[in-house]
């Protein structure tokens, strides 16, 4: 059985960082590309991040780029979402998703996902 979960949410002020992961079991981990999305109170789910399977290329949105780093370590199942200066419109609770590709996923090929974690950017 797949699962995504997540972990590393919390609660920071503006300016800080948090780093959030994604531990994967009942699949091929290895041949799944990963992605990061979030979804703040009344808006729509966004893509922010994505890292292929090999974990040799990675693409951000343009609201994360410069200060979100994702990566992923493939003996141990889990990507990473190192995230700094974090500012209040990153509020949202976060979701990992895994796509049955080796590259770059688009959207629709997202097939799997966890229950997301909730980050809080406050002061």
């Known amino acids: 059985q797949l699962q995504l979960v997540e972990s590393g949410g919390g609660l920071v002020h503006p300016g800080g960082s948090l780093r959030l992961s994604c531990l994967a079991s009942?699949?091929?981990?290895?041949?799944?590309?990963i992605g990061w999305f979030r979804q703040a109170p009344g808006k729509e789910r966004e893509w922010i991040s994505a890292?292929?399977?090999?974990?040799?290329?990675?693409e951000y949105a343009d609201s994360v780029k410069g200060r979100f780093t994702i990566s992923r370590d493939n003996a141990k199942n889990t990507v990473s979402l190192q995230m700094n200066n974090l500012k209040s419109e990153d509020t949202a609770v976060y979701y990992c998703?895994?796509?049955?590709?080796?590259?770059?996923?688009?959207?629709?090929?997202?097939?799997?996902w966890g229950q997301g974690t909730q980050v809080t950017v406050s002061s």
């Open positions: 998703a895994a796509a049955p590709t080796l590259g770059l996923p688009l959207i629709f090929e997202y097939d799997s």
């Open positions: 009942g699949f091929t981990f290895e041949n799944h590309a």
């Open positions: 890292v292929s399977a090999s974990g040799r290329a990675t």
